[in-house]
T-cell receptor, first 111, second 115 residues
Framework: RKEVEQDPGPFNVPEGATVAFNCTYS??????FFWYRQDCRKEPKLLMS???SGNEDGRFTAQLNRASQYISLLIRDSKLSDSATYLC????????????FGSGTRLLVRP | DGGITQSPKYLFRKEGQNVTLSCEQN?????MYWYRQDPGQGLRLIYY???????QKGDIAEGYSVSREKKESFPLTVTSAQKNPTAFYLC??????????????FGPGTRLTVT
């Protein structure tokens, strides 16, 4: 089983739609959780950090369910510019500051 | 502007040659990381360093080497022993201490093609 699992998609949605991505992680000891956004052939960029049960930033809402070991990302009122791959990222299990990256979920927002 | 720079953006090499990828940061971050990304796949950790003059192997260190002589710099050498070196290489850094110790910030990457 992969340490961080995501549905690869693609999710193809019209502009204005609400879309949600889920991610599951295998180790209950993980403490820090993130969503990164990666555009085609570019570097990943930090979208949101999820340090408690969840947080919201404008159109983006991230939620964490520790009991079920999953993290979600909700995007409301999708824009064309939201088209990208969204990476679910979880902190490692040892004392280092390593991160474990999911393979990503691809989002395509159409006009 | 604070950030992470990687050079060059594109690099072409012949098989059998060693090549060194540059990574510099001016964010005053303690920790630095090297990842490899292959088409359609996630990031895989090659090496990481939490402090100057110290570094550890990641999940796929074979065929790679690093040094961390300065806080700002973490160069990666892809040796001829690396069987499939063609990939997108990403350098990242994080504070490595305090509340935001895990948040990693990435450089623009280097695309290496070996023929």
């Amino acid at each position: 089983r992969k340490e961080v699992e995501q549905d690869p998609g693609p999710f193809n949605v019209p502009e204005g739609a609400t879309v949600a991505f889920n991610c599951t992680y295998s180790n209950s000891a993980s403490q820090s959780f993130f969503w990164y956004r990666q555009d085609c052939r570019k570097e990943p960029k930090l979208l949101m950090s999820v340090y408690s049960s969840g947080n919201e930033d404008g159109r983006f809402t991230a939620q964490l369910n520790r009991a079920s070991q999953y993290i979600s990302l909700l995007i409301r009122d999708s824009k064309l510019s939201d088209s990208a791959t969204y990476l679910c990222v979880v902190s490692g299990m040892d004392s280092s500051y390593k991160l474990i990256f999911g393979s990503g979920t691809r989002l395509l927002v159409r006009p | 502007d604070g950030g992470i720079t990687q050079s060059p953006k594109y690099l072409f090499r012949k098989e059998g040659q060693n090549v060194t990828l540059s990574c510099e940061q001016n964010l005053n971050h303690d920790a630095m990381y090297w990842y490899r990304q292959d088409p359609g796949q996630g990031l895989r950790l090659i090496y990481y360093s939490q402090i100057v003059n110290d570094f550890q192997k990641g999940d796929i260190a074979e065929g790679y080497s690093v040094s961390r002589e300065k806080k700002e710099s973490f160069p990666l050498t892809v040796t001829s022993a690396q069987k499939n070196p063609t990939a997108f290489y990403l350098c990242a850094s994080s504070m490595g201490r305090g509340e935001y110790s895990y948040e990693q910030y990435f450089g623009p990457g280097t695309r290496l093609t070996v023929t």
